[in-house]
């Protein structure tokens, strides 16, 4: 598995685990072949959600940069 692969792996686990903290329901789709990562049930709506791994773009933090490839 590349770096990259790692990185976005965990990152979509610690969103996954933070929902689940929060109190909401999580599913995860069983095949990789969702334009999505999870649902999150928030008791009133379902929400896809897509993951993404970020970095600063300068060091005062001023913005977050995205690589918007794959």
């Not at 929902?19 to 069983?30: A, D, H, N, R, T």
């Not at 009133?44 to 918007?68: G, R």
Request: with cysteine; net charge neutral.
């Amino acid at each position: 598995m590349e770096n990259t692969q790692i990185k976005g792996a965990l990152t979509e686990q610690k969103c996954f685990l933070k929902c689940i903290e929060s109190g909401y329901i999580v599913s995860k789709p069983l095949f990789d072949n969702a334009r999505y990562d999870f649902i999150l049930d928030t008791g009133k709506n379902l929400l896809k959600i897509q993951v993404k791994t970020s970095h600063w773009k300068d060091e005062e933090h001023s913005a977050f940069m995205f690589n918007c490839y794959s």
